[in-house]
């Protein structure tokens, strides 16, 4: 069971990036997907989910608008695209999985997003 995120790198401010957490080992349409992110000094936190099998959406208030999170369940891979990236969005992303009862749940081991001029 593995979930692999990338798609992280150096943007400038304003910029776009589209992080993709692709899962191996179970299928994903069972689960709620959700990216979490963590800035140094910071605790982890929620910033979309993706529910199964409705596939409701919801957001942190400070990515709403330019963050959108989609799911392809063919590709057995969840996407988080980021647009009007800012300084703050600086931080390493992170893709959880969370079976719809509660349990079983997986973490990816995160990619590095770094927004600066």
């Known amino acids: 069971v593995q979930l692999v995120e990338s798609g992280g790198g150096l943007v400038q401010p304003g910029g776009s990036l589209r992080l993709s957490c692709a899962a191996s080992?179970?299928?994903?349409?069972?689960?709620?997907m959700t990216w979490y992110r963590q800035a140094p000094g910071n605790a982890r936190e929620s910033v979309a989910r993706?529910?199964?099998?409705?596939?409701?959406?919801d957001y942190v208030d400070s990515v709403k608008g330019r963050f959108t999170i989609s799911r392809d369940n063919a590709k057995n891979t969840v996407y988080l695209q980021m647009n009007s990236l800012k300084a703050e969005d600086t931080a390493v992303y992170f893709c959880?999985?969370?079976?719809?009862?509660?349990?079983?749940?997986?973490w990816g081991q995160g990619t590095q997003v770094t927004v600066s001029s």
């Open positions: 959880k999985a969370v079976h719809f009862s509660g349990y079983p749940s997986y």
């Open positions: 080992g179970f299928t994903i349409n069972a689960y709620d």
């Open positions: 993706i529910t199964s099998p409705s596939g409701l959406t």
